[in-house]
């Protein structure tokens, strides 16, 4: 049985404006998903699916692939999106399910489905990887969004990643000599991506300030001091607050919190970012937060 890993991301800037250009720096997280596949040649024209989380089954579903049809499922909602996606993946590849044989298809998240970290971009580059064919176009055709996550999952490296003109991306060495000072905070309460650049997308904005958030991204990815990289997220974090009209998580839940903190991916879940102070765990704690990370425990 062959094998296949993506590793998930966390986006550290340009949220949102990630759509309209803005340079996105977005870091690889130690667990993400592994694809294991296997073909029998027995023109029986079928798939059979299983999705794992965290080693425990959560998804099996029997694929028809000549018709296109869900033959049995445990969550058909869930069956009828793997089979879109698989059918996207026969439209673009010149090597998988054009026969007729067998296969035996299994992926295995690696982090809880809650924390945000990239369940599906995972796949999508799983997937393209195996079938050969260009992530990005599979994931633009089979979810949307700008790619960052694709970008991370490809290149199994912290990115600087730009979709417009047309996507591109380059990996870069971004290791702080401050990273053992900062800390991920999960918030708990899942956010639709597509809600969040829903709202964006409906508000007018100018390249100027699309360009504001990449000079962010640039400098930020410059910082060698935590004191400047700290300062630099808190503007970050205040502007896009005043261009969506949604206060900060550090208003809503951290006010009194003696350090930065920053929303990574769409706002009012998933991770946030600060950086350890005395007593930061009980501070946490006693807000109800309860997974904290830091840097070596998270960041691959």
Known sequence: ?????????????????????????????????????EEIHDGKSIIFWEAYHQNKLWLK??????????????ITSSAEFILKTLKNVQSLSEIQFKGSQTYHLKTNL?????????????????????????????????????GYD????????????????????????????????????????????????????????????VNEFSDLTRNILLCDELDNFSDLMTIHEQR????????TVKSIFFADCAKFVKSLGAWGGDFVMSAKFEGYEDYFWGKGFSTVFEWNDLID
């Open 150 to 209: 694709i970008a991370v999952a490809n290149a199994k490296s912290a990115v600087l990643f730009q979709n417009k003109p047309e996507i591109r991306f380059e990996k870069v060495n971004f290791n702080p000599k401050f990273k053992n000072e900062l800390i991920f905070i999960h918030l708990n309460q899942k956010q639709d991506s597509r809600e969040g650049i829903n709202l964006y997308k409906s508000k007018t904005k100018s390249q100027n300030l």
């Open 240 to 247: 896009i607050s005043y261009f969506i009209e949604i206060p």
């Open 61 to 74: 579903a029997v694929i028809d692939y000549k018709n296109w049809q869900i033959l049995e499922t445990n």
């Open 1 to 37: 049985m062959g094998e296949i890993y993506s590793p998930g991301k966390l986006m550290l800037t340009s949220e949102y404006f990630a759509v309209d250009g803005a340079l996105v720096l977005a870091v690889p997280t130690k667990l993400g998903q592994e694809f294991f596949f």
């Open 110 to 146: 690696q982090f809880p489905s809650d924390y945000g970290l990239g369940s599906s971009s995972t796949l999508m580059n799983n997937l393209a990887e195996w079938s050969d064919i260009d992530p990005f176009h599979l994931n633009s055709i089979s979810l949307g969004g700008s």
